[in-house]
């Protein structure tokens, strides 16, 4: 990898733990409904989706989730696990439909949303052996679309001036 984008990756990772400890600060309805958040990192993971690429994305994911484990929520933990799942999963349907689809910036980020409740749900009923916490799923799914659309529409502006200015 050249030094160039190493070190332009490095940063935003930097961007997305940091946006991500902002967050974890901002109560949105997580007195609720636990576990929703607005997903402000999902910002840098879409503008390294549709600027770089697959593995850039899953590999900057990946290393928020274990930095931000590091330095706030802990490794290894109940919590660590859904995050590293929602993340992943997300950011695996993210890739499949801008790649596959013509989903814009928003919708690509709605499904990554939407992917990202599924994803916690998932890990929570096999960590946790409860299968009825499939049925908090509808309530983190009706949160995913308007955050989904909230962080894809700041994307979209993120990807669009990028683009210009790199003309």
Not at 11 to 18: D, G, I, K
Not at 87 to 94: G, Y
Not at 127 to 141: Q, V
């Amino acid at each position: 990898m050249e030094l160039r984008k190493l070190t332009h990756l490095s940063m935003l990772l930097a961007t997305s733990v940091v946006l991500n400890i902002i967050e974890s600060t901002i109560p949105i309805l997580g007195n609720i409904i636990p576990g929703s958040k607005l997903g402000l990192a999902n910002i840098v993971v879409l503008f390294v989706i549709y600027i770089y690429a697959f593995k850039d994305a899953i590999f900057l994911s990946i290393m928020r989730v274990i930095l931000v484990g590091i330095l706030r929520t802990g490794l290894f933990n109940i919590t660590f696990f859904f995050s590293l799942g929602g993340a992943v999963f997300s950011v695996i349907m993210m890739c499949i439909m801008h790649r596959f689809t013509k989903l814009s910036v928003v919708g690509v980020s709605v499904i990554g949303a939407i992917s990202h409740s599924i994803g916690q749900i998932m890990i929570a009923v096999l960590f946790l052996k409860i299968p009825n916490l499939i049925f908090y799923l509808p309530y983190l799914l009706f949160l995913s679309i308007p955050t989904g659309v909230i962080i894809g529409m700041i994307a979209k502006k993120v990807i669009h001036y990028y683009k210009n200015i790199m003309k």
